[in-house]
């Protein structure tokens, strides 16, 4: 049955179900965490915590064993967990889109029956890993070499470095992008319990620093093959692009709520700061954003839903809602005053994690360009 969650995007009523158990466990139990989990990392046994309520394998089918939701839900899933923490949004929303939506659609029967289910129960932990030091806009410069192990048909030794890899000093299987010959690219299961996996030391960020980003070497790392074009692999970015939009939707309004709501406390000049035309100003523009922001990342998720290509939809929500979330952090540190910048408001910590939305999974110029070359496409194309 399909009901309509007013403000969001179109959902079942058993999605709605699920998007209330989201909301509980942010309420209860990640908010009042946040500020520990940022001076050290995410609890170790989250991500089972997360499959108890089905956050992970929103991308997996049931006949998979997983708990598969519509586009729309996975997003308001990642929209409400960033309100509470946005490095536990960041996680969710990679480990389903990229790294179960890969073991979905591009792996061997007998791959997905030895990975998928422990993955969907948050016993495998799971990365994926693309960007190199010298790989990271251009993502086709990736020189990690993958070379056929003699006598091991679909085994490859892996050689070289991958950096900024989230939960990648956890994961127990990274699915890795490396290239097989000059021209090609393709993807492979690398388990890190093995001795050509070194893990370099945790890179620490400004936001988003409950999560484990890693660097990590590979030196005749084995790794399993999944058949696929380098175009294959990355196409589970258009459903990550748009989960990282929730994600930086879902910093924005916490963000702005809080402000809000410190602006109807705080009196100076004897009135409230909210009845100040320049604080007034930045509410309204801030409202106006987060809505313009919600309505693409609803768009781009129904687009998806309908079986629509979302190149263009998934580039336009992510580069608005990462800029948004990034504006409307910056006010709301602003009219918080001196307190916006000390540890006793969550603005300080919203505003660093929000900067992380227009960086990973393609950065804001990157964005722009694909927007721009699919705008002259669809032109080429109607002349
Ligand atoms: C916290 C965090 C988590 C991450 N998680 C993962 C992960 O799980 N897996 C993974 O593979 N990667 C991950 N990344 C990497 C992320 O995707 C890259 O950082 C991002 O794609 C940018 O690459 P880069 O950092 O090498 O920047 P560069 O490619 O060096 O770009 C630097 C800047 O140059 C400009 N620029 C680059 N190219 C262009 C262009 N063509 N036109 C105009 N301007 C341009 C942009 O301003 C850009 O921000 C993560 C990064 C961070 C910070």
Redesign the pocket.
């Known amino acids: 049955m399909i009901a309509t969650n007013p403000g969001h995007a179109t959902t079942t009523i058993d999605e709605q179900a699920f998007l209330s158990k989201v909301q509980d466990f942010v309420t209860s139990y990640v908010l009042p965490n946040t500020r520990e989990w940022e001076n050290d990392r995410l609890p170790d046994d989250i991500f089972k915590r997360c499959s108890e309520i089905g956050l992970l394998g929103m991308t997996v089918p049931v006949v998979d064993g997983g708990h598969w939701v519509s586009c729309s839900a996975y997003c308001d899933a990642c929209r409400i967990l960033a309100q509470g923490d946005p490095a536990l949004s960041?996680n969710i929303a990679?480990i389903n889109a990229?790294c179960l939506g890969h073991l979905v659609k591009l792996t061997t029967p007998e791959q997905k029956s030895k990975y998928l289910a422990p993955a969907v129960r948050g016993e495998l932990e799971l990365?994926?890993?693309?960007?190199?030091?010298?790989?990271?806009?251009?993502?086709r410069r990736v020189q990690t070499k993958a070379t056929p192990i003699a006598g091991r048909p679909g085994y490859f030794h892996l050689n070289g470095q991958?950096?900024?890899?989230?939960?990648?000093g956890r994961a127990d299987l990274i699915i890795i992008?490396a290239r097989v010959d000059e021209k090609n690219l393709s993807a492979f299961l690398m388990e890190t319990d093995q001795p050509g996996f070194r893990l370099g030391p945790r890179?620490p960020?400004i936001?988003?620093k409950a999560?484990w980003?890693s660097q990590f070497e590979m030196t005749d790392a084995v790794a399993w093959h999944t058949p696929c074009t380098f175009e294959e692999a990355i196409s589970f970015l258009g459903r990550g692009r748009l989960a990282i939009a929730a994600m930086a939707l879902g910093i924005a309004e916490k963000a702005h709520a809080l402000t809000v709501d410190y602006a109807t406390r705080r009196e100076q000049f004897n009135r409230r700061l909210c009845d100040m035309q320049s604080v007034q100003n930045m509410i309204a523009d801030s409202e106006t954003e987060i809505e313009a922001a919600r309505l693409l990342v609803q768009k781009g998720a129904a687009m998806f839903d309908r079986g629509e290509d979302v190149t263009k939809a998934a580039s336009m929500a992510k580069l608005f809602a990462s800029e948004t979330s990034n504006r409307v952090t910056n006010r709301a540190i602003q009219i918080h005053g001196g307190r916006g910048m000390t540890f006793e408001h969550l603005v300080e910590k919203l505003w660093r994690d929000a900067k992380?939305t227009?960086?990973?999974?393609?950065?804001?110029?990157?964005q722009?360009?694909v927007i721009a070359k699919q705008v002259v496409n669809e032109r080429a194309t109607k002349a």
């Open positions: 960041m990679a990229l990365a994926w890993g693309l960007t190199e030091p010298d790989a990271g806009s251009d993502a991958k950096m900024f890899i989230t939960n990648g992008i890179i960020t936001g988003v999560s980003t992380l227009e960086i990973g999974e393609g950065c804001s110029e990157i722009r360009m």
